[in-house]
């Protein structure tokens, strides 16, 4: 096999990690057709979900994911982006990784750790 098995499952989980600093920024999907944009294109593109249309990430905000290398797992079924984060924030909240809340497990209470980079009323016209 050469690349990830998208005739097991149409979208495939897609964890974004910044290549200089190791965070992982987000998780996401790509369909087959983000995938060949995003190795043509060198320019991360995945599948949104819920608009159920490719996503170029950063169309809206500027915060532009740039391919540094791709991984793939043993079973072919998820991606591991290493990525040069344009822009400082990956998250549409505004922070640099959509993993900002931490949970304590002894409490269950959860902690936002980290700042907004960015007023997400101010680039998408919404809160969150």
């Known amino acids: 096999m050469d690349g990830p098995d998208f005739s097991k499952h149409e979208l495939i989980p897609v964890i974004a990690q910044d290549d200089a600093t190791g965070d992982v ?3 996401a999907y790509m369909n087959r ?3 060949e944009e995003t190795l043509t294109s060198g320019r991360v ?3 949104s979900r819920s608009r ?3 996503w170029r ?3 809206e905000s500027g915060n532009v994911q740039r391919l540094r290398s791709l991984w793939y797992d043993c079973d072919a079924d998820t991606l591991l982006a290493r990525v040069e984060q344009i822009g400082g924030a ?3 909240e505004g922070y640099r990784s959509c993993f900002f809340r931490r949970i ?3 409490t269950r209470t959860t902690t936002v750790v980290g700042e907004r980079v960015f007023d997400p009323q101010s680039v998408y016209g919404k809160q969150g």
């Open 25 to 27: 920024l987000m998780l």
């Open 33 to 35: 057709e983000a995938y």
């Open 45 to 47: 593109v995945y599948y």
């Open 52 to 54: 159920r249309k490719l």
């Open 57 to 59: 990430k950063g169309e």
């Open 90 to 92: 990956a998250c549409h």
């Open 104 to 106: 304590d497990p002894a």
